[in-house]
Antibody, heavy 126, light 107 residues
């Protein structure tokens, strides 16, 4: 079945680094844009980054730009998030999600995140 | 960035009630609006995309409407498994942004 499984979370000190992974299965990974979304404890959802199917197009939230790097390995059906210079405010559950597209009237492209992993917890604390 | 707001922030309802949640965008987003449901300790689940299209497998008691800046999610007859937090999200422009959520709990 279609599945995303995140790993790599943990406890890290401020200023430290962590690399998250997301393993995809049950679909053609190389056909889809992929995103990372996070949720701080007791808070709402915050989009972090996305990467195009080929990896050629990448966007980041301003809050992580210059510190986080998204990448993917289509041969390994895997998505990554390298997180450097971590701060306390990066503490969150990190989800990877597949971005799908609905095309209406052959002109309108609607994007949505239809498959989510269970998340991996990142805690930044001294 | 496009700001998303939701109202109410929380509501209490009974099984069988009709529930309506409102989402507003800070600028027109046409129909580029998605709705997600999240239960405690679980990942979000897509309910509605393109403002009114029901995601496969989602019960028909969920419906979405609206365009431009104002949108609604309606649950026609609330079921025990619907007690959760609901988020809207715009996909009109990058960065995609979420509303703050509406928590639906048991009256």
């Amino acid at each position: 079945q279609v599945q995303l499984v995140e790993s790599g979370g943990g406890l890290v000190k401020p200023g430290g680094s962590l690399r998250l992974s997301c393993a995809a299965s049950g679909f053609t990974f190389s056909d889809y844009y992929m995103s990372w979304i996070r949720q701080a404890p007791g808070k709402g959802l915050e989009w972090v980054s996305y990467i195009s199917s080929s990896g050629s197009t990448i966007y980041y939230a301003d809050s992580v730009k210059g510190r986080f790097t998204i990448s993917r390995d289509n041969a390994k059906n895997s998505l990554y998030l390298q997180m450097n210079s971590l701060r306390a405010e990066d503490t969150a559950v990190y989800y990877c999600a597949r971005r799908d597209t609905a095309i209406q009237s052959a002109y309108y492209y609607y994007y949505y995140m239809d498959v989510w992993g269970k998340g991996t917890t990142v805690t930044v604390s001294s | 960035d496009i700001q998303m707001t939701q109202s109410p922030s929380s509501l209490s309802a009974s099984v069988g009630d009709r529930v309506t949640i409102t989402c507003r965008a800070s600028q027109s987003i046409s129909s580029y609006l998605n709705w997600y449901q999240q239960k405690p300790g679980k990942a979000p689940k897509l309910l509605i995309y393109a403002a009114s299209s029901l995601q496969s497998g989602v019960p028909s008691r969920f419906s979405g409407s609206g365009s431009g800046t104002d949108f609604t999610l309606t649950i026609s007859s609330l079921q025990p498994e619907d007690f959760a937090t609901y988020y809207c999200q715009q996909s009109y422009s990058t960065p995609p942004t979420f509303g703050p959520g509406t928590k639906v709990d048991i009256k």
